[in-house]
């Protein structure tokens, strides 16, 4: 078994009054230790309903390709680590402005990521080749009982269950669809390093650094052939979802503000 799919995810961190950077996990973000699913190993496990206490510590949330058009609309969409990971920013602080009581606030966008969770797909090592696998420290993970649902009954897996190999699947495929893109983001030069600050009316300052942006001066220079691939493989659409979610920025300034004074 080679490990879970999406080892690399690099994490945002931050501090008021201090640099934010993104660092590699050494494990899948927000996961603690991915097994395998087996009906003989796991046959007593129960998934009680969702709450996200897990992601309230962290300002940036990874996305797929195919969330861009809904995530612009709620958060600003950056690039992180040397593979330009995608992130959803969700904070300016050490905190997530969109969780509150282990509860996403509002109606806004919960990015896939977050909604699989404790599913992943654990990689084999052979080509292609995945398996289900599960959280098993998780806190929703529970052995026994009647609370939440079960994952097997009779040794067969639920729908619970199906729904998530589904899921998974699905986000695996736009993952490694997203790293294609963000290759040829770095290949083709743009990508710049920006930093963000914001101030409160009460003069406390949250610096956001570490993180990528397309230059746009780079992006309209780029060769016709390459505008005319681009296109076609909808990456053009993607680049303008990404330049048209740096707006949001003001909503984190005003979500942190709010947080503060609550």
Known sequence: MAGAH????????TTSDTTTEAAPAGTPLFYTRP?????????DLRILPGRLEFAAGNNAIPLV?????????HFPILFAGP???PMAAVGVSEENLFIKDGLWEDEAYIPAYLRRHPFIFIDTGADNDFLLGID??????VKGGDEGQPLFVDGKATEMVQQALEFC???TREHEQTQAFSKALIENGLLVERNATVRTPDG??????GFQVVDVEKFVALPEATVVEWHRSGWLALIHQHLMSLGRFNDLTRRQVERLAA
């Open 6 to 13: 999406d080892r690399t995810v690099p994490k945002m961190t």
């Open 35 to 43: 097994v395998p699913l087996q009906a003989d190993v796991h046959a």
């Open 204 to 209: 406390r300052e949250f610096n956001l650094n």
């Open 83 to 85: 593979t330009a990971v």
């Open 136 to 141: 098993e420290e998780n806190p929703r993970v």
């Open 65 to 73: 390709l195919g969330e861009f058009s809904l995530a612009l609309h």
């Open 169 to 171: 699947g699905q986000f």
